[in-house]
């Protein structure tokens, strides 16, 4: 009893903080305790194992082996037994770890979906996933079947750097209570409004002037589109603006984009599926927690001056919406808005806000200058509709074409390849298979936005996927780069307004092209979402 009484999901041992001097037994303790595993049986075995091998690594090793054995005899084929999808057969401790692509794990999920259809299982390390493939079966999960996939599993990295709170990664009650806040004060604050579309019209004022300055020379753009999305966000959330070398955003944007780079890493993969023993070994997965660190503290410290200057008949910003809501929270025995949650909370928005919309216009910019008979027909259509005046949002239902590239820009760029992962919250029978409630389940965008029974030619950059055959805008259900359902981007309504304006008045004042001998590569660099391998544009101004 007293064994089980101290392995209550949610308390962390004493030790985790930093390694003990009996590490062996206690590794092996807490990968029994990382799997909410409350047996006995294993613990003792485990101990007299590694107590008789302590002092040689490679007993040690075996000894943590065997405890993995144990597990998967206790545990193991628990989901085959009730019709569980099917997958690759799993070896012993890596389950197909060994088939995956560990920095593109999509790419093997597609093939995989070759063999075993639209809805299979894999194997990593020692727990089973469900992996949807297509946008079929995708859209039947998150859309017919929302309330079954709607949680969010355990993912090691994220819990340690986010613990439940926030949105993105947060579960149940609080989940609920934090998406219909953000949703509330990012409307309440701009989003969808006259207001905002006047911010953003100003931003792409400052990126004009900005790109400007180059004089046509090549310059790498990313720190200044980040910089421009972060400025948006920023607005609502702090009622703020930076400087685009503003030393304080600039390390804000570095802090973003290493978590964004780091968590597509295979060492992260490798922590997701090992934290127990992972946490114990140096590498990249450490820095994660450094630069979410680093963005906390700014957040901590703009939250507390808001704090000390409220003024509740005056809401400037999200965080005084916030600090509002936790007033008048006080009488209440539940709490959400407490400062946890508004300090990931905030660093979610923050981070969403920029990354998604500022690479996005980076893959545009970039296609572009690989298509100039593509960029030629936008100007032409820009030239038309709105000549030398400012881009409105009135003007898109005007530009189908523009807004044909726009989505094409988007399918292409698959900005989350993977798709942010999901649980099921109850147990669920999916498509002829029985799928257990906590399942991880894996909706795999890259399919859907490649999916050739939507798409005629999924692999290249064709914008006629969003044009019929008289030239006019047409919808495609299977374009999903926000995802669906009751996980949808919180700030799709937004990023659109950004993406139009943005993209519109810079192919207004610029044509762009590649420095001189230089080819076009759209390769997609290595992060949790796919960004362009570093390159460098030249802006050459229209007359």
């Known amino acids: 009893m007293a064994l089980r009484n101290r392995h209550i999901k949610g308390r962390r041992p004493a030790w985790r903080a930093s390694p003990p001097a009996h590490w062996a037994t206690r590794v092996c303790t807490e990968f029994i305790y990382g799997n909410n595993l409350r047996i006995s049986f294993i613990y003792i075995h485990a101990t007299g194992l590694i107590k008789t091998f302590a002092m040689d690594p490679v007993s040690v090793f075996l000894s943590v082996v065997v405890c993995i054995f144990l597990l998967k005899v206790f545990y193991g084929g628990k989901k085959d037994s009730q019709n569980f999808?099917?997958?690759?057969?799993?070896?012993?401790?890596?389950?197909?770890?060994?088939?995956?692509?560990?920095?593109?794990?999509?790419l093997t999920f597609m093939e995989l979906a070759k063999k075993y259809g639209s809805v299979f299982s894999v194997q990593l390390g020692t727990e089973k996933v469900v992996v949807l493939c297509g946008a079929d079966s995708v859209r039947d999960a998150l859309i017919n079947h929302a309330d079954e996939f709607s949680g969010r599993p355990e993912v090691a990295i994220f819990e340690e750097i986010f613990k439940g709170h926030g949105i993105i990664f947060a579960n149940d009650e609080n989940w609920k209570v934090m998406r219909r806040f953000s949703l509330s004060a990012l409307?309440?604050?701009?989003?969808?409004?006259?207001?905002?579309?006047e911010k953003i019209s100003e931003e792409s004022d400052c990126l004009v002037e900005t790109f400007k300055s180059y004089g046509g020379k090549p310059f790498d753009n990313t720190l200044i589109l980040n910089a421009a999305a972060a400025n948006i966000i920023v607005h609502i959330l702090l009622n703020h603006r930076f400087d685009y070398q503003d030393p304080t955003l600039l390390k804000l944007i570095k802090s973003i984009n290493d978590i964004v780079r780091i968590t597509g890493s295979s060492m992260v993969m490798l922590y997701n599926t090992y934290p127990s023993i992972m946490q114990w070994i140096p590498g990249s997965h450490k820095s994660v927690v450094e630069n979410a660190e680093r963005l906390y503290a700014f957040l901590i410290e703009t939250f507390t001056k808001h704090r000390d200057q409220l003024d509740i008949g005056d809401q400037r910003d999200l965080i005084d919406a916030f600090l509002v809501k936790q007033q008048e929270e006080k009488s209440s025995s539940t709490k959400f808005f407490h400062d946890e949650n508004l300090k990931v909370l905030l660093a979610h928005l923050f981070a969403a806000g920029m990354e998604t919309t500022s690479t996005t216009l980076r893959w545009g910019f970039l296609l572009m200058m690989k298509y100039p008979e593509v960029q030629k027909k936008v100007q032409d259509e820009i030239d038309k509709v709105i000549g030398s005046a400012e881009p409105r949002l009135d003007h898109r239902k005007h530009m189908p074409f523009t807004d044909a590239v726009i989505h094409e820009i988007q399918r292409f760029g698959n900005l989350v390849p993977n798709g942010l992962p999901h649980a099921t919250t109850k147990d669920v029978t999916f498509r002829g298979y029985f799928i257990p409630k906590g399942t991880h389940v894996i909706p795999v965008l890259t399919s859907v936005l490649q999916d050739e029974a939507y798409f005629k030619k999924p692999e290249e950059f064709y914008p006629e996927h969003f044009l019929n055959s008289e030239g006019l805008f047409l919808k495609n259900e299977a374009f999903l780069p926000f995802s669906a359902g009751k996980r949808i981007c919180a700030g799709e309504t937004l990023a659109r307004m950004e993406l139009f304006l943005f993209f519109t008045k810079l192919l207004q004042n610029f044509t762009f092209q590649p420095p001189p001998g230089v080819e076009v590569d759209l390769t997609c660099g290595v992060a949790i979402t796919s960004i362009p391998l570093e390159h460098e544009i030249c802006a050459l101004p229209r007359n």
């Open 85 to 106: 999808p099917p997958g690759p057969k799993p070896l012993p401790l890596i389950g197909n770890l060994h088939m995956m692509n560990m920095e593109k794990p999509y």
């Open 187 to 197: 409307r309440d604050f701009g989003m969808g409004k006259k207001t905002i579309e």
